[in-house]
Each structure stands twice: as C-alpha cells, then as structure tokens.
C-alpha cells in the first residue's frame, strides 16, 4: 500500500513538558494535507526511572490524570483546525505502546518528538526513536525539539530531501518522498553518496533508480540528484546545510548491521537538523505478528 493511501491516521506521541510540540506540529500540517485524523497517544515507560518500584505512589496514580487534561487541550485544539482526533493513555515501554496504538487505529505514520542533543541527547533519540523505527508497522518520523526552533527551524516551503540509499526499503521511501513533494508542491532532492572508489563512475545511479520506480520530474515537483562521495551521514549534513530541506526521508531496514548498540538508524537521527521521516520495507499487516 502506498504511503497516500494508507495515511489515514496518525499516531502521535506526546509528554507533559513540551518536547513533543514540533512533532505535532508536523503532524498536523501532514494530517491536513492527506485528510487524516490524528491519535495523540502517552505512556509511562517505567524504564526512565532506575527501579519500578521507585516511582513515587503518587506519580503513577496523577500522571494518567494530568496526561488525560494535557492531551484532551491538544485534542480540541486538533478539533479547531479541523481534524479529528482521539487520545490515548497507557502504561508501558514507550516504543511497544505506540506500536500497539498503531496496530489498533491502523497508523500510516507516527510521529515523535526527541530532545535532539539536550539532556540525555543520544539515549532519548536512540533507544526510544530507533528502536521504534526497527519495530514500527508503518513510517515513523522524529522531531528533534531544539533543533527545529530558533535556526535550525526548517525554511517554509523547503524541498523533500530524500536520502537514497538500496535496500528492501528502497522502493517505499521513493514513493514516500515522491508523494509528500507532490502533495506540498516542494521540489524533490535525491542524495546518493557513494564511496571514494566510486567516483570515477560516469552513470548517476540516482536517475536510474527513479526511472526504474516511476518518478519524473514535471512542473509540480522538480526533481534534482544530488551526487557526494564520502560517508552518507557526512553527505546527509552537508546536503541539509547546502539545501534546507523542510523533511529529510530515509528507507531503513528492519534490522542493523553495524556492530555496537546502535545502527545507521541512529546516526541518521542524532544527526539530521530536519524532522526525519524513516520509511520501513514493506509494511506489516496491521494485527501480524512481529
């Protein structure tokens, strides 16, 4: 399924101290564009407390009861600018919670906010953010607070930058990038890094991928290829700098393979100065096992 046709709900992650703004931000302006509702979704993960049972009695028995008043301003705040939306509050390891809100209201993306390089910086994008995005039935994109406000915040009406990179997911990042250019009338940027052993080469792979899926370049969206030799998350910051994307889109596999605790996933979001939109290989049935 399409990325335009499966976006008919949006699961948002929210928190009670601000971090996710930018997140529902974009998700708004996404949601009104595609005519989708918006699940704005809270949980306790007890993993950011040393023990369980070292949660204060009185936090867990007030946080559902100040999250319900947190999301249900949100909510009619949603209603006012005409989309519809619902909330959710639960218990649980923050990743697994929105996967199952996903799967419950069949999500065609969820959107979550990180604290970019602030406080914690790399624990809160890596294992909240890249664990979701290797778990997620559908596209996931990250928000980082701080480095989308002030001059970091993308320039109005900014390209699409997609990241070309040939894996299982090569085919649905092209479509979703491919559909958001088309949908906000941006032009589509295609990066393509390739290594110093490449250089020499005359072809442009990143044309002939977009031929072999379908996409051209056409009055509404301009398309350009964007060719770098050297290390794709080097070439990824350089082409944010150069380009001032308004969303950087990226296919990531299901599983890494980069040795360490963490992939490619997460140098792809602790790095990007733009809301990153991790497109996952074919989809997984809502209600499949994972």
């Not at 999500?107 to 909240?128: F, R």
């Not at 992939?263 to 790095?271: D, E, I």
Request: charged share 20%; proline share 7%.
């Amino acid at each position: 399924m399409s990325f335009a046709a499966g976006l008919k709900t949006i699961v948002v992650a929210t928190d009670l101290d601000g971090r996710s703004e930018g997140a529902l931000e974009y998700a708004s302006k996404i949601a009104t564009a595609y005519g989708a509702r918006i699940v704005l979704a809270h949980g306790l993960d007890p993993m950011e407390f040393a023990a369980v049972d070292s949660v204060p009695g009185k936090v867990l028995k007030g946080m559902p009861e100040e999250a319900r008043a947190v999301l249900e301003r949100l909510s009619e705040e949603l209603v006012r600018e005409g989309i519809h939306s619902h909330s959710e509050v639960r218990q649980g390891a923050v990743a697994q919670m929105l996967v199952d809100v996903a799967r419950q209201y069949g999500a065609g993306l969820i959107v979550i906010g990180t604290k970019g390089m602030e406080g914690v910086g790399p624990v809160v994008v890596g294992a909240i953010a890249e664990q979701l995005v290797r778990i997620s039935p559908c596209p996931v994109m990250a928000v980082a607070a701080d480095w989308n406000a002030g001059p970091f915040r993308p320039t109005p009406g900014g390209p699409v930058l997609l990241a070309l990179e040939y894996n299982d997911a090569t085919s649905e990042a092209v479509g979703t990038a491919w559909s958001l250019a088309k949908v906000f009338e941006r032009p589509l940027l295609v990066l393509h890094a390739r290594g110093s052993e490449g250089a020499s080469e005359v072809a442009d792979p990143v044309a002939a991928t977009l031929k072999e899926f379908g996409v051209e370049a056409s009055a509404q969206v301009p398309v350009r290829s964007i060719l770098k030799v050297g290390n794709a998350g080097d070439a990824i910051v350089e082409a944010i700098a150069e380009n001032h994307p308004s969303i950087l889109v990226a296919g990531v596999k299901r599983a890494s393979e980069t040795p360490g605790p963490h992939g490619t996933v997460f140098a792809l979001l602790a790095r990007s100065r733009v809301p990153v939109l991790c497109v996952p290989p074919e989809p997984v049935a809502v209600g499949a096992a994972l």
